[in-house]
Structures are given as C-alpha cells and as structure tokens.
C-alpha cells in the first residue's frame, strides 16, 4: 500500500468540491461533482480520468502533442463528508489490452485551517 501526503485547498462548489494539490510537482485537481469523480494532472505526465460507479469511462493519457486513451471500469465511487474533512474510496481496473490492472484507493482530506 502507498501512502502520500500533500497540502492543497479545498473548494465547495453547487454539486460537491474541488481537491487542488501538487503530486511529484505537478498539479492535481479532484473533483466530486454528483456521483461522479474526476482527476485531473498536469505537468510532466498530464493525465485525465474520470469515474462513475458501474460504469465504463476512460483515462486519457498525454505525452507531448500525442494523446491516447485505455478504457476504466468503475467498481466503488463512494464519497462521504464528515466534521474533520472528507473521505473517498474508489476501486476501479485499467482495461489495458490483454491485461487488466485492478485500483483501489482511500482519500482523507483532513482539514487543518479554514479561511473565514
């Protein structure tokens, strides 16, 4: 199991939030919108993807001016809020060609000051 830790902000919005944080340098935005969750990387390796639970979506990958995309399958997209911060289980498999490589992953934000 990897565990990281980062510093970011969080943003309310209508529909859910907004997760920005740097990952190895580069920039990362989460957003949960609904039942759906996407992740959003830029930098030195962009990459976008986007799930909804029981559902097909893609990851669309970047390098340069070229782009290429490998099917995902969402198994659990499960967001819970709770008074310290927000928690995100999400497990789903990259369907790449001849193999699949199955996810899972637990976010806890954690909030450690509001601006008022």
Do not use: N
């Not at 943003?11 to 996407?38: H, I, K, M, N």
């Not at 962009?46 to 099917?71: H, I, M, N, W, Y």
């Not at 899972?104 to 954690?110: C, F, G, L």
Request: contains cysteine; charged residues 30%.
């Amino acid at each position: 199991m990897t565990h990281i830790r980062t510093v970011g902000t969080e943003e309310r919005t209508q529909d859910g939030f907004r997760l920005s944080y740097f990952q190895e340098g580069d920039p990362v935005f989460l957003d949960a919108c609904g039942d759906v969750l996407s992740v959003t990387r830029g930098g030195g390796f962009p990459f976008s993807l986007s799930c909804k639970q029981g559902e097909e979506t893609a990851l669309v990958l970047r390098l340069g001016d070229d782009e290429g995309s490998v099917p995902v399958f969402t198994h659990r997209c499960g967001v819970h809020s709770a008074s310290d911060g927000t928690g995100i289980r999400l497990d789903y498999e990259v369907r790449y060609p001849g193999r699949f490589q199955k996810i899972s992953m637990k976010i806890k934000v954690k909030i450690i000051s509001e601006e008022k």
